[in-house]
């Protein structure tokens, strides 16, 4: 079935460092893809989404590019604050059930 | 107004209790969904109602039964609770499956 890849955690940063979280999916066809953030204590948020091969989605100062080529949607953002502590999930809806989330990646930014 | 609630926020109870979470979303969303999150932060979809109906089940024990009443309430009842239902049990609705899902704050399970 249709799954994503992400990295492996726990990534941890100075603040003001580049951020990159990788995201490889496998799919049938060309779903919309999804970042989903998580802050401590919380239910998860819509970070950003794309519909369609090279559509950019952002929001917050994070980016992510539909790579249809290379299968990825990798999260990316110029310079992370401690506010951006959270649990990151790629994720694509698989035929149809309901979105399929990576594994997960915890983010920490340390002033 | 809370988009996706879910009640309670924290429920401490012992192995063989039966108990219920309740989920409710004032968005109109057609969709409503269960999840389970484990302990690794993995989350794994449960149920998924469209309109009051049950669309997924995913080989979930049938210790866990969804109600849905009404399009805008899906409420998760467990019966016979086992340690390993401990976990944050997550309500979310989407107005279509390739829209943004909203999620609730979860429910945080814990099983003595």
């Known amino acids: 079935g249709d799954s994503v890849t992400q990295m492996e955690g726990p990534v941890t940063l100075s603040e003001e460092a580049f951020l990159t979280i990788n995201c490889t999916y496998t799919?049938?066809?060309?779903?919309?893809l999804f970042w989903y953030v998580q802050y401590p204590g919380e239910g998860l948020q819509l970070l950003l989404k794309?519909?369609?091969?090279?559509d950019k989605g952002s929001n917050k100062g994070f980016e992510a590019t539909y790579r249809k080529e290379t299968t990825s949607f990798h999260l990316e953002k110029g310079s992370v604050q401690v506010s951006d502590s959270a649990v990151y999930f790629c994720?694509?809806?698989?035929?149809?059930?309901?979105?399929?989330f990576g594994k997960g990646t915890r983010l920490s930014v340390i002033a | 107004d809370t988009a996706v609630s879910q009640t309670p926020k924290y429920l401490v109870t012992q192995m063989g209790n039966d108990k219920s979470i309740k989920c409710e979303q004032n968005?109109?969303?057609?969709?409503m969904y269960w999840y389970k999150q484990d302990s690794k932060k993995f989350l794994k979809i449960m149920f998924s109602?469209?309109?009051?109906?049950?669309?997924i089940n995913e080989t979930v024990p049938n210790r866990f039964s969804p109600k849905s009443p009404d399009k805008a309430h899906l409420n998760l009842h467990i019966n016979s609770l086992e340690l390993g239902d401990s976990a944050v049990y997550f309500c979310?609705?989407?107005?279509?499956?390739?829209?943004?899902?909203?999620f609730g704050s979860g429910t945080r399970l814990t099983v003595v």
């Open positions: 979310a609705s989407s107005p279509h499956r390739d829209g943004g899902y909203t």
């Open positions: 799919a049938t066809g060309y779903p919309s």
């Open positions: 794309a519909t369609k091969a090279d």
């Open positions: 994720a694509l809806p698989s035929g149809n059930t309901p979105l399929v």
């Open positions: 968005l109109g969303h057609d969709t």
């Open positions: 109602y469209n309109n009051k109906e049950l669309i």
